[in-house]
């Protein structure tokens, strides 16, 4: 028999540009770009070609290492087990906590500017997670895990 499962998600930052709005993106500032280089090249000004051809390079660099950040992945899994929390961070290198869920503590971090997290501890270790949430979200994570938390204490009583 398989162990019931209480709580399973897996956090993940959003990107608001997937890679069809990326490559649609990037045409449009290739066809601006050639636009602007052909009134400069007809003006006599052909040295401005490698400066544009940078700016694409360096569009495609800058979403590059978005799109890498946003393969960072939190999962948390509360089962009859226990509590583990997985972090994988974008280069794939994953990182186990493992929590008796009876001392679990769950909390919302508020920090100024939106920074933060919802941290959990038990026995003086703990990990934060969702840093990239927004508040409502972090909120929203914590109290479905706290209320996971409690199902399954009163699961393990009743048994």
Same mark, same amino acid.
């Given at each position: ?6 709580? !399973? ?27 602007? +280089?052909?009134?400069?090249?007809? +003006?006599? #000004?052909?040295?401005? %070609?490698?400066? %544009? #051809?940078? !700016? ?15 393969? %960072? ?8 087990? #226990? ?5 994988? +961070? ?5 990182? !186990? ?11 919302? !971090? ?6 933060? #997290? ?42």
């Amino acid at each position: 028999m398989t162990p019931a499962v209480f709580f !399973d998600a897996t956090l993940r930052p959003n990107r608001s540009l997937d890679r069809r709005g990326f490559v649609l993106l990037l045409s449009l500032m290739t066809a601006l770009n050639l636009v602007v +280089a052909l009134n400069f090249v007809r +003006a006599g #000004g052909w040295p401005i %070609l490698p400066f %544009l #051809g940078l !700016d694409i390079a360096g569009l495609i660099l800058a979403f590059a290492l978005n799109y890498r950040a946003g393969r %960072l992945a939190e999962h948390i899994r509360l089962d009859e087990g #226990g509590l583990t929390v997985t972090h994988v +961070a974008p280069g794939g290198v994953a990182r !186990d906590w493992t929590f008796e869920p009876a001392w679990v503590r769950v909390a919302v !971090d508020e920090m100024a500017h939106g920074a933060g #997290g919802v941290t959990i501890t038990s026995h003086g270790k703990g990990v934060r997670l969702g840093e990239f949430l927004t508040l409502g979200e972090r909120r929203e994570v914590a109290a479905a895990l706290d209320e996971a938390l409690r199902r399954r204490a009163a699961t393990m009583i009743a048994a």
